[in-house]
């Protein structure tokens, strides 16, 4: 049964009647640059609750109905375990939009983890000035996950306060085209498995000296044109090298090289 959600309704969850004690708990991930944090469950029944250090956006999501438009806001059975980065997401471009110009939170990453009756979606983001995180993010996804684990278990009242209250969202099932296409992305192409993090990354040596620095920058966001004029480079030899590392990581396309060095490029 879907609810129509207001922001009186908002203000009287846990995640805005605790707000302060969920920014103290964030507290180490500011330490390191990220500013939000957002932790949410969805349930088959289509409902859910989230718990995060930014009230502002999460009331913004709500009441301007965004959540009908998220590629997160699907059922359990859609999703695979693993992680996404937001910037590959094509039909998600609204929402992330609106987080980036009117909350500057941007240049994020989502951890999705599938339980027996419900999917735990963990979602970092930054400043728009702050890149550099990306590098945070691949290179320390155990931090990331050590974290969360940290976060649930101080914040187990919180989160049986806040599954007692779970919103049943009225979202549409009927996936269009273009959200199919993310959502196969999101379980295909754009999905770090992290059981197979320390594997793949034995194939960091593969990668040239020069193809290391190319990774460091693709990986925060820069273009082929960037990369060239800051290691004074021509954009052909920029793409070269990438094609390079497609073929090593075994990538058909961007998508799947900014995944493939999200494990590797340590």
Known sequence: ???????????????????????????????LGISSYVYVRTYADGSEFRLGNRSDWMEHYYSQGLYKESIFEKTPQYYQPGAVLWSTLVSHSHVLDSAKNDFNI??????????????????????????????LYLNNMDLLLNFNR???ERA??????????????QC???LNALQQQDLNMV?????????KELKIATEKNSLSPREQQIA???????????????FFLSRRTVEAHTANMKEKLNARNKAQLLHALLLVHK
Do not use: W
């Open 1 to 31: 049964m879907a609810q129509f959600i207001n922001k009186k309704q908002l203000k009287s969850l846990p995640c805005f009647t605790h707000h302060e004690d969920i920014i103290t708990l964030c507290q180490p991930l500011f330490k």
């Open 106 to 135: 941007d240049h994020g990453m989502t951890i999705l983890n599938k339980e027996q009756d419900y999917c735990e979606k963990i979602f970092f983001g930054s400043a728009s000035t702050n890149p550099g995180v990306m590098n």
């Open 150 to 152: 940290y976060f649930k």
């Open 156 to 169: 187990l009242p919180l989160i049986k306060e806040a599954n007692q209250r779970r919103l049943y969202l």
């Open 172 to 174: 549409n099932e009927h």
């Open 187 to 195: 379980n295909c192409e754009n999905v770090v498995d992290i059981k």
């Open 216 to 230: 460091d920058l693709l990986v925060q966001g820069y273009t082929a044109a960037q990369i060239a004029d800051t």
